[in-house]
């Protein structure tokens, strides 16, 4: 930023409303861009919980529908090798629930990369950190007023100009 040298800085060329509205609009757009930030974070989180839930999901229908019919096929086919026939289905179902068991586990990886929004939050504190630490403008003393009263206008004056 720079400043014409015969002012000497900011607040020889700035107003104390220019500056109030520097402030509110700096003010306006710290906190769209935390809000942004926490938009792009949350969305990322939403995709990998997403990833999860399909992972539990695809492990759900394996597990209701696959594994009546393709059990007895598997059973079967181990019994057709000599074994009998109740260890061909322990031993289907057993390689079954270990699919299950791999899937989830699977899930469960993928939920715990889900993270709150660290870098929204972070830039949240320290915003409020930073304005904690702004001290309020100095006023009068409490018996006194801090602008004149000003005179009382006609309602209808105070109409017809709001209006216009």
């Known amino acids: 930023m720079s400043y014409p040298a015969d002012n000497g800085g ?5 107003s104390l409303g220019q500056l109030v509205a520097t402030a509110t609009a700096e003010m306006s757009a710290l906190v769209h861009d935390e809000i942004a930030l926490a938009k792009a974070e949350l969305r990322q989180d939403v995709k990998r919980g997403a990833m999860g839930g399909a992972a539990i999901s695809v492990a759900g229908v394996f597990a209701l529908f696959s594994l009546p019919v393709l059990s007895f096929a598997a059973a ?6 000599g074994l009998g026939l109740a260890w061909s289905f ?6 079954y629930l270990v699919l299950a068991g791999l899937l989830a586990l699977l899930a469960v990886t993928k939920f715990k990369k889900v993270k709150p929004p660290e870098r929204s939050i972070a830039s949240a504190k320290q915003t409020a950190a930073m304005l904690g630490n702004a001290k309020p403008h100095p006023r009068e003393a409490p018996g006194r007023p801090i602008r004149p009263a000003l005179p009382v206008k006609d309602e209808a004056e105070v109409v017809a100009r709001s209006s216009a």
């Open 10 to 14: 900011p607040a020889a060329e700035r």
């Open 76 to 81: 079967y086919g181990i019994h057709n090798l």
């Open 90 to 95: 322990l031993i289907v179902g057993s390689a």
